[in-house]
């Protein structure tokens, strides 16, 4: 015998579900069981001047502290960005470097790291420059310890990096390995390798106990937790949290080859990674680095950060877009478009309940507007809203001025027109269209 399908409900009022989607923040996780390889708390750290300006940035000295300063601002006293690292190797780099050291100690909330290749001669040129710590690339798969080295090998490699770490450490500063290429390095490798540097820092102070970045360096990470050794994120960080190095000692640096960047992220944290290294605004090698802004949003949600001044980046995104950088127009967040909808049945969500069609309150967390273009499909609803969002006024779909002006918009697209309209095409006719109509609130 068939079971009864159950009916669907009725209810006097709508469940929002207000616990994950408040309105005054953004998304929030609500756990069923909180993870318990969760850390208390999460944080990133920035690469901009290193990583960024490798992947095309025209850095200059003062564009990079224009954006070392946007950093700090963005970041405030909330913690969501705590440190940001610099090249060495070029005037240009070190002036930025010493430009945002001065910053740092006089209050600026992001502390200046550098990054050298694992050397003992970079160890010295770091040893000098007033930072605290330093990164240092250890190349880790046997794609680059059989082909960068001569003699290649695993064993060679970690004798020189070695070697670097023991410099930094009698220099005072504390290591932070890069174990670049992590997601194809052997278990064979990484796991002795952490060991070893953490038996040659055993003897120093505990402000110089090594961090390790693991670093998904061709974005071949996955976020899942059943596949095998190296490209299971959240499998090689309990391993390495099992081989003793403590979450807050961690950080992964993904890249977004094949569109996992923020997911791998959140994977690592879970398994009790602490940090994420990325840059603002995603900018990077290749397809770029994690884009923090997009992590952040998240680990606000889970609960591990405060929230930083999301509205902040916008001036970022122009520095960007002056610079010839510009984010893409569909760009999460911060994209031109990235809250312009052209479809008539949003525009008509927009109009009845704005909620709808807007992930969260996106002009008070992220100081930017929800917008429309006009096209064929946007229909009456679509410029109803448009003439909502830049003069207050809202007409009903029967007022006989706006069908005239949206029957004439259709003829143009009828008539062959590919392109959007945007507002500035018809505000002119629009205050034609309004004069003598009081705005709503007035």
């Not at 005054?24 to 960024?52: I, K, N, Q, Y």
């Not at 990079?64 to 700090?72: A, R």
């Not at 023991?166 to 194809?184: F, I, M, N, Y």
């Not at 000692?249 to 992220?265: C, I, R, W």
Request: one cysteine or more; hydrophobic letters at 40%.
């Amino acid at each position: 015998m068939t079971a009864p399908v159950p009916a669907v409900p009725d209810v006097p009022a709508p469940d929002l579900f207000p616990d994950a989607f408040p309105t005054d923040a953004f998304p929030r996780s609500v756990w069923t069981e909180r993870p318990p390889t969760l850390p208390a708390a999460a944080w990133t750290t920035e690469t901009t001047h290193r990583d960024g300006q490798q992947g095309g940035l025209p850095l200059t000295t003062e564009v990079g502290l224009q954006i070392y300063d946007l950093m700090g601002a963005f970041t405030g006293q909330s913690g969501a960005i705590r440190q940001a690292e610099f090249f060495v190797y070029r005037p240009a780099d070190r002036a930025m470097l010493e430009g945002a050291l001065e910053r740092w100690r006089g209050g600026h909330p992001v502390e200046p790291t550098t990054w050298i290749r694992a050397t003992r001669q970079d160890a010295e040129l770091v040893a000098g420059l007033g930072v605290r710590e330093t990164g240092m690339l250890a190349s880790a798969s046997d794609y680059h310890t059989f082909h960068k080295f001569t003699p290649g090998g695993r064993a060679q490699a970690a004798r020189t990096y070695l070697d670097a770490v023991q410099a930094v450490l009698d220099a005072g500063l504390r290591p932070r390995l890069h174990l670049e290429d992590a997601t194809r390095a052997p278990r064979e490798f990484i796991l002795p390798f952490v060991a070893q540097v953490q038996r040659l820092a055993a003897g120093y102070p505990a402000g110089q106990a090594p961090k390790f970045r693991v670093c998904d360096t061709m974005g071949l990470g996955l976020p899942l937790e059943n596949v095998a050794w190296p490209r299971s994120v959240p499998g090689m960080m309990d391993a390495l949290r099992e081989a003793g190095v403590p979450g807050e000692l961690l950080e992964f640096h993904p890249h977004n080859d094949t569109h996992l960047v923020v997911a791998n992220s959140l994977a690592a944290v879970m398994a009790g990674c602490a940090a994420v290294n990325g840059t603002l605004l995603g900018k990077g090698e290749r397809t770029g680095n994690a884009p923090l802004e997009g992590v952040l949003l998240h680990l606000c949600g889970m609960g591990l950060s405060p929230a930083p001044d999301f509205t902040g980046l916008n001036a970022l995104a122009e520095l960007y877009g002056a610079l010839g950088q510009g984010v893409p127009a569909k760009y999460p967040l911060y994209g031109r478009d990235a809250h312009r909808t052209r479809a008539g049945i949003h525009a008509d969500g927009l109009n009845k309940f704005w909620p709808m069609y807007a992930p969260f309150d996106v002009p008070a967390l992220l100081g930017r507007p929800l917008e429309l273009s006009l096209t064929r499909d946007s229909g009456l609803a679509g410029l109803i809203f448009l003439i909502k969002q830049h003069t207050g006024v809202e007409l009903p779909k029967t007022d006989a001025r706006l069908r005239a002006l949206h029957a004439g918009l259709t003829a143009g697209f009828d008539a062959g027109r590919q392109t959007a309209v945007e507002w500035e095409e018809i505000v002119d006719r629009v205050q034609a269209l309004l004069a003598g109509v009081v705005r709503s609130g007035a």
